[in-house]
């Protein structure tokens, strides 16, 4: 079985996955270099101000009225848009949590004794006793090579507990030939407090804030950073997992998509899937390949 997960990963690497023509350099640039500002525009001069006797309406407190009205259009078009912004929120909670009243565990590993990754005393069956946890930690280590200067070794921890509070730290090392012999380096992550608002045996969600940072051999940069994302076990063996991170680095917003479907046996899961990271003006994408372990 290890044999067919290391022909299948030999496999994935070899798709010649790309990761963008930008250089380490220009992603520094988008990173330590302040946007130039804008010119300053004058003024525009206040309108002559209204006479008392202009202020006068023969029709009374109908101005009155028509305040009223905006106002209550306003907050309508306000809660509607709250409505919207929070529904990725909401709505997973809504209809993944209409089943279960009591509280989740992880198991051993994913499809084992269960149709996902969680159990739920109130859905298992007496003569059951399956080995439950109330956390859960994955890591992961994955590869992507451009084929032609530049590389990206890539690692992940995942700490999940039945409080549904987690924690997350990604780690990425880049790595760019530019010329025999010389190279350029830097790494590269982020780390977030989780909370997992959403859940059931065959789906999880969580979202979470913390940190982006970039650190070289000169210089460390931090920014601000929003994850979303979850797993979803559709049916043995398979693995879907997508993330969302945005935010900024340094004086760059940042945006990191990735979406994968892997394969599980026991604690392994062997993925493949597509990576978008976009610092500044700087774009690096392209597929990627990798392990997941569960403990």
């Given at each position: 079985m290890?044999r067919?997960?290391?022909?299948?990963?030999?496999?994935?690497?070899?798709?010649?996955?790309?990761l963008?023509g930008?250089?380490?350099?220009s992603?520094r640039q988008d990173?330590?270099?302040?946007?130039?500002?804008s010119p300053s525009e004058p003024?525009?001069a206040?309108?002559?101000?209204k006479?008392?006797?202009q202020?006068?309406s023969?029709?009374?407190?109908?101005?009155?009225c028509?305040?009223?009205?905006?106002?209550?259009f306003?907050s309508?078009?306000?809660?509607g848009?709250?409505?919207?912004?929070?529904?990725?929120f909401w709505?997973?909670?809504?209809?993944?949590?209409?089943?279960?009243?009591?509280d989740?565990?992880?198991?051993?590993?994913?499809?084992?004794?269960?149709?996902?990754?969680?159990l739920f005393?109130?859905?298992?069956?007496e003569e059951?006793?399956p080995?439950?946890?109330?956390?859960l930690?994955r890591?992961?280590g994955e590869?992507?090579?451009?084929?032609?200067?530049l590389?990206?070794y890539g690692?992940?921890?995942l700490?999940?507990?039945?409080?549904?509070?987690g924690?997350?730290t990604e780690?990425?090392?880049w790595?760019q030939s530019?010329a025999p012999?010389?190279?350029?380096?830097?790494?590269?992550?982020?780390?977030?407090?989780l909370i997992?608002f959403?859940?059931?045996?065959s789906?999880q969600?969580?979202?979470g804030i913390?940190l982006?940072?970039l650190?070289?051999?000169?210089?460390s940069?931090?920014?601000?950073?929003f994850?979303?994302g979850?797993?979803?076990?559709?049916?043995?063996?398979?693995?879907i997992s997508a993330?969302?991170?945005a935010?900024w680095?340094?004086e760059?917003?940042l945006?990191?998509l990735r979406?994968?479907?892997?394969?599980?046996?026991?604690?392994v899961e062997?993925y493949?899937g597509?990576?978008y990271?976009?610092?500044g003006d700087?774009?690096l994408?392209g597929l990627?390949?990798?392990?997941r372990?569960?403990f």
């Amino acid at each position: 079985m290890f044999r067919r997960i290391a022909i299948f990963l030999l496999a994935m690497l070899l798709a010649r996955p790309v990761l963008g023509g930008d250089s380490l350099d220009s992603l520094r640039q988008d990173v330590r270099t302040s946007p130039p500002e804008s010119p300053s525009e004058p003024e525009p001069a206040s309108p002559p101000s209204k006479s008392k006797s202009q202020n006068y309406s023969p029709f009374g407190d109908r101005c009155e009225c028509d305040e009223d009205n905006n106002d209550e259009f306003w907050s309508v078009i306000l809660l509607g848009a709250g409505v919207v912004v929070t529904s990725p929120f909401w709505g997973p909670h809504a209809i993944l949590e209409s089943e279960h009243t009591t509280d989740g565990y992880f198991a051993a590993y994913p499809y084992d004794y269960t149709p996902g990754s969680m159990l739920f005393e109130d859905a298992l069956a007496e003569e059951l006793a399956p080995q439950r946890y109330s956390w859960l930690m994955r890591l992961r280590g994955e590869y992507a090579d451009d084929f032609d200067s530049l590389s990206r070794y890539g690692g992940h921890l995942l700490v999940d507990t039945n409080t549904r509070l987690g924690f997350d730290t990604e780690v990425n090392y880049w790595r760019q030939s530019l010329a025999p012999g010389v190279y350029d380096n830097l790494w590269q992550g982020d780390a977030n407090v989780l909370i997992r608002f959403a859940q059931n045996e065959s789906m999880q969600m969580r979202s979470g804030i913390g940190l982006n940072w970039l650190a070289d051999n000169t210089h460390s940069d931090f920014g601000f950073n929003f994850t979303y994302g979850g797993d979803i076990y559709p049916l043995r063996p398979f693995v879907i997992s997508a993330d969302l991170d945005a935010g900024w680095l340094g004086e760059a917003t940042l945006i990191h998509l990735r979406s994968t479907v892997g394969v599980q046996w026991k604690q392994v899961e062997v993925y493949t899937g597509y990576d978008y990271l976009e610092i500044g003006d700087t774009q690096l994408d392209g597929l990627v390949a990798g392990v997941r372990l569960t403990f």
